[in-house]
């Protein structure tokens, strides 16, 4: 099953709306001076530390620890009337609000259980029958002094000289607090409203980006920052040597990343957490003194309905204007106290032909596609829907024909900027449907009221971080000359909350003229990637005045777009495709992203002609500057190609979201920029192969002699291994600097021998240990005057060898590759 997702809500605005305004002074109140006076008392009565050899018992609930200034406090928290957690919460509070919890998968009983400290600064939750359910992890040996909660609310073990050998920083459960860092090692996951750890995280990604991920059984699936953006939309760093994150006291969080966010009362003085809640949204918190209640200060997610596990599964999200949750028609609520446990069927669907569609207009779920069928008829895919008995339902596109059969129905929405977009949900023909319980938003509608007299098919979730209007008279002339202009972003935030994404269409309709339909609700995310039209790129090219190359594809001009953008615009010569299947593979090549890959930002298909809209890349293609005799390209500038080519790949062939072999890697498809890092292009046009492996469509497309792998002619079936082969000659000839074609015709041979030449010759020689290789200074580009690395050198034949294996199976993958490139890439300064 590939996860697909089908993006609808744009989540890349970096506007936010604040909820009731923060304390403003710190005027006292007769409850603010009880409330002094009750932590004075519990201060007196609470420990400052505990020492080795002592325990906190949980049956004393003030037998807690406290930080200096009273701000925090860590003992049991009680999640029932028999059950309890060791955790540390803000002390004064209106609800106890837990930052950090030790034990919450295993509450212990409320009698006879305790936290114990060892002398060697071991910390221990054991239940009542004396059964350690939690510990510390203590490396070091050093004997522990202490364990104290900082004014942080770090809770630590401090060995001889006040080291730490233990701190709860390090550990976070769904909340990080100022100055609290996250690492690569760190991750926070959101707890469901029972406290168990759910299925929402969030860390670092395999490229040091701070993400959301929806851990599902078998597969983690990224939400935010929205994959399908590009790194520009998301305004992050890929690939930062470090990876560290960190909230200041005065509300401004940095990632390593360049994740940057600012709560709207930004300042110092104010109490602030940062939560990834039970529904998968991330927010940040500020706590009003006076009442002790938390307000929303920044969130991931502006739009609510867009928040994934809102309303659960067989949920969906209506603006009824405010956003509530439904159940999908025939379905009833599972715990109307948590409306993120969705809805359960009232039916069991039989699987044999005798179910029928109910329409769900202006509706999408979220991801878990069965399979994506490129583009077919409505009857067919309510075909592909009946046939699979694990399909729910399906997702349909009318206009461009995209069909997505649903196997679990999570992260519904329905809203006016689902355009053309409607689920199809599978039913039994018996099972009544009145049309009332089909959940329709409503953005100008009369305002939703709850018809007490009919069992509540709508339910209005408790959103905490709804815009309140600000009650207290004083406080708000306050808040809007401090905050003037972040309440007309509020206002501005309010009307777009209550008209959901409507607002949003409406405001850049005029921008979206001449995309297709679809765009405007489902590919309207991938932001820059867009539509142009014919007189657009004449514009911008000069009338394709400066051509810059000419390829297999076609020919390639250079130009500007309005803003400013330059761009290399390929027109595409025999494209046989419909206009529909160009457009859908187009759009999906649109949502693929890395730093070696060339962009694309969109294409122009009018008429008869078919246009690839490219990023613009400065110094042209590898075979100008590898093979000329103008520009010699160092030792280490080759290795960055091979390990930029490498990454490229190994992201088409393994991480993108969609499956894609790229077919013909030459050096002529491989683009430089001004730094000569290495950005591939052509990929994706090979046509999008499934990952289950069929390939029927592969072979109307042709490779380039000499780099074109030996299953390529023969009738086996084609893979990413294609890919590795054609990378193993361009390793070649970066290692030679010089093309293995020229090569051939010089010693009038075929080039295919040639190659197994080479290939038998270096296999000899690798062999040869010991005498330091001395082959290799007269193998490699002899204009490099041997100044080159050893170790890179050798581990480039070596991989070259096994990527140009006749037996497809035998060569590495594109992973493989990568590892090995990287291993030696780190080793290499000591090796010059
Ligand atoms: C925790 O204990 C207190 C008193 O010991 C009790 O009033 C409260 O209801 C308990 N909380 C829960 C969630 O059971
Ligand atoms: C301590 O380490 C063990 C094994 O490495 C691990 O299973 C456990 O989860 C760790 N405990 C904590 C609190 O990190
Ligand atoms: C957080 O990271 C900074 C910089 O690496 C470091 O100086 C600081 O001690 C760290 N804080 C904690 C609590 O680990
Ligand atoms: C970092 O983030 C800021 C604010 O979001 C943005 O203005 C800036 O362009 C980003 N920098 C990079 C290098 O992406
Ligand atoms: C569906 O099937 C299960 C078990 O086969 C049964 O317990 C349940 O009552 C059925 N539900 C309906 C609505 O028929
Ligand atoms: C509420 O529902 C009942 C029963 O369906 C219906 O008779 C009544 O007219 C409804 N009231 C409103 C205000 O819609």
């Known amino acids: 099953m590939v996860p697909i997702i089908s993006p609808i809500c744009?989540?890349?605005?970096?506007?936010?709306?604040?909820?009731?305004?923060?304390?403003?002074?710190?005027?006292?109140?007769?409850?603010?001076?009880?409330?002094?006076?009750?932590?004075?008392?519990?201060?007196?009565?609470?420990?400052?530390?505990?020492?080795?050899?002592?325990?906190?018992?949980?049956?004393?609930?003030?037998?807690?620890?406290?930080?200096?200034?009273?701000?925090?406090?860590?003992?049991?928290?009680?999640?029932?009337?028999?059950?309890?957690?060791?955790?540390?919460?803000?002390?004064?509070?209106?609800?106890?609000?837990?930052?950090?919890?030790?034990?919450?998968?295993?509450p212990v009983y409320f009698k006879r259980s305790r936290v114990t400290l060892d002398a060697d600064g071991r910390m221990a939750v054991e239940d009542y029958d004396g059964r350690p359910v939690w510990e510390n992890n203590?490396?070091?040996?050093?004997?522990?002094?202490?364990?104290?909660?900082?004014?942080?609310?770090?809770?630590?073990?401090?060995?001889?000289?006040?080291?730490?050998?233990?701190?709860?920083?390090?550990?976070?459960?769904?909340?990080?607090?100022?100055?609290?860092?996250?690492?690569?090692?760190?991750?926070?996951?959101s707890a469901s409203r029972l406290l168990v750890p759910g299925r929402y995280s969030f860390h670092?990604?395999?490229?040091?980006?701070?993400?959301?991920?929806?851990?599902?059984?078998?597969?983690?699936?990224?939400?935010?920052?929205?994959?399908?953006?590009?790194?520009?939309?998301?305004?992050?760093?890929?690939?930062?040597?470090?990876?560290?994150?960190?909230?200041?006291?005065?509300?401004?969080?940095?990632?390593?990343?360049?994740?940057?966010?600012?709560?709207?009362?930004?300042?110092?003085?104010?109490?602030?957490?940062l939560t990834l809640d039970y529904d998968g949204n991330l927010r940040l918190y500020s706590l009003n003194k006076i009442d002790g209640t938390w307000s929303v200060t920044w969130m991931a997610y502006q739009q609510t309905c867009?928040?994934?596990?809102?309303?659960?599964?067989?949920?969906?999200?209506?603006?009824?204007p405010q956003p509530a949750c439904a159940c999908a028609p025939g379905h009833e609520i599972i715990d109307p106290s948590d409306r993120s446990q969705g809805c359960r069927p009232k039916f069991n669907l039989s699987c044999d032909g005798q179910e029928m569609f109910l329409k769900l207009p202006a509706t999408d779920f979220h991801g878990n596609?069965?399979?994506?069928?490129?583009?077919?008829?409505?009857?067919?895919?309510?075909?592909?829907?009946?046939?699979?008995?694990?399909?729910?339902?399906?997702?349909?596109?009318?206009?461009?024909?995209?069909?997505?059969?649903?196997?679990?129905?999570?992260?519904?929405?329905?809203?006016?900027?689902?355009?053309?977009?409607?689920?199809?949900?599978?039913?039994p023909k018996t099972l009544q449907v009145p049309r009332s319980s089909i959940p329709h938003s409503q953005p100008f509608g009369p305002k939703y009221v709850p018809n007490c007299s009919v069992k509540s098919k709508h339910f209005t979730v408790n959103f905490w971080d709804q815009p309140k209007s600000s009650q207290n008279g004083s406080h708000s002339h306050y808040l809007f000359l401090a905050y003037g202009f972040l309440l007309a972003i509020f206002c501005v935030e309010l009307i777009f909350v209550a008209l959901g994404c409507w607002f949003l269409f409406i405001r850049e309709g005029k921008k979206l003229m001449g995309v297709w339909p679809a765009e405007v609700g489902y590919e309207m995310v991938t932001n820059h990637f867009r539509?142009?039209?014919?007189?657009?790129?004449?514009?911008?090219?000069?009338?394709?005045?400066?051509?810059?190359?000419?390829?297999?594809?076609?020919?390639?001009?250079?130009?500007?777009?309005?803003?400013?953008?330059?761009?290399?615009?390929?027109?595409?010569?025999?494209?046989?495709q419909g206009e529909e299947e160009f457009q859908h593979e187009l759009s999906v090549i649109g949502r693929i992203y890395h730093m070696n890959l060339v962009r694309v930002w969109g294409f122009c298909s009018d008429g008869p002609h078919r246009i690839l809209v490219l990023e613009y890349v400065e110094n042209g293609s590898l075979d100008k500057t590898l093979f000329s005799s103008e520009r010699l390209l160092g030792w280490s500038e080759r290795f960055k190609i091979a390990l930029g080519v490498a990454r490229g790949l190994a992201y088409l062939h393994h991480e993108c979201l969609e499956w894609v072999i790229h077919c013909d890697i030459k050096p002529e498809n491989i683009l430089l920029d001004d730094n000569l890092e290495p950005k591939i292009s052509d990929f994706g046009l090979a046509?999008?192969?499934?990952?289950?492996?069929?390939?029927?469509?592969?072979?109307?497309?042709?490779?380039?002699?000499?780099?074109?792998?030996?299953?390529?002619?023969?009738?086996?079936?084609?893979?990413?291994?294609?890919?590795?082969?054609?990378?193993?000659?361009?390793?070649?000839?970066?290692?030679?600097?010089?093309?293995?074609?020229?090569?051939?015709?010089?010693?009038?041979?075929?080039?295919?021998?040639?190659?197994?030449?080479?290939?038998?010759?270096?296999?000899?020689?690798?062999?040869?240990?010991?005498?330091?290789?001395?082959?290799?200074?007269?193998?490699?580009?002899?204009?490099?005057?041997?100044?080159?690395?050893?170790?890179?050198?050798r581990t480039m034949v070596k991989l070259t060898v096994s990527c140009l294996e006749e037996d497809s199976r035998k060569r590495p993958t594109m992973e493989n590759l990568v590892q090995m490139l990287v291993s030696v890439d780190e080793a290499s300064g000591t090796m010059q």
């Open 10 to 106: 744009d989540h890349s605005r970096d506007q936010f709306f604040i909820s009731a305004s923060p304390n403003m002074d710190g005027r006292s109140t007769p409850l603010l001076l009880l409330l002094t006076l009750a932590l004075l008392f519990l201060r007196v009565s609470a420990r400052e530390f505990l020492s080795p050899g002592s325990s906190m018992s949980v049956e004393d609930s003030s037998d807690v620890l406290r930080s200096p200034d009273g701000t925090f406090t860590c003992g049991f928290n009680n999640i029932s009337q028999t059950a309890s957690i060791f955790s540390i919460w803000y002390s004064n509070t209106a609800e106890r609000t837990v930052v950090w919890s030790a034990n919450h998968l295993h």
């Open 306 to 320: 867009c928040v994934l596990g809102l309303c659960g599964i067989n949920g969906i999200c209506v603006y009824t």
């Open 687 to 793: 046509k999008l192969v499934n990952r289950s492996g069929s390939n029927k469509n592969v072979s109307r497309i042709h490779g380039t002699r000499g780099y074109i792998a030996p299953e390529w002619v023969s009738s086996q079936p084609i893979t990413s291994k294609v890919d590795v082969y054609s990378f193993g000659v361009v390793l070649l000839e970066l290692l030679m600097g010089a093309r293995v074609s020229d090569w051939a015709s010089n010693a009038g041979e075929e080039v295919e021998m040639v190659l197994g030449t080479v290939v038998r010759m270096l296999t000899k020689n690798m062999m040869l240990e010991g005498s330091q290789h001395l082959w290799l200074p007269d193998f490699i580009d002899l204009r490099l005057n041997g100044q080159f690395d050893r170790l890179q050198a």
């Open 204 to 273: 670092f990604d395999d490229e040091h980006i701070l993400t959301l991920f929806d851990d599902e059984k078998d597969i983690s699936l990224k939400y935010w920052p929205i994959p399908s953006n590009d790194i520009w939309t998301k305004k992050r760093n890929a690939f930062s040597t470090t990876a560290i994150g960190v909230l200041d006291s005065s509300g401004y969080f940095l990632g390593s990343d360049n994740l940057t966010l600012k709560a709207v009362d930004w300042g110092h003085g104010v109490m602030r957490r």
């Open 369 to 427: 596609d069965l399979r994506l069928n490129t583009i077919v008829s409505f009857d067919e895919c309510k075909k592909i829907c009946l046939k699979d008995c694990n399909c729910k339902g399906f997702a349909y596109w009318q206009g461009t024909g995209l069909c997505y059969p649903k196997g679990t129905l999570v992260g519904g929405v329905t809203g006016p900027s689902i355009v053309g977009g409607s689920i199809h949900l599978k039913i």
């Open 531 to 576: 539509r142009y039209t014919y007189k657009e790129l004449q514009r911008a090219t000069q009338k394709f005045k400066d051509r810059i190359g000419c390829g297999a594809s076609g020919l390639v001009y250079k130009g500007v777009l309005k803003d400013k953008r330059a761009i290399a615009v390929k027109t595409l010569a025999d494209i046989h």
């Open 138 to 189: 203590v490396s070091s040996s050093s004997s522990a002094q202490q364990a104290q909660l900082l004014d942080t609310g770090n809770l630590v073990v401090k060995g001889q000289g006040d080291i730490i050998l233990w701190q709860s920083f390090h550990s976070p459960t769904d909340t990080l607090l100022p100055y609290q860092n996250i690492t690569s090692a760190a991750k926070l996951v």
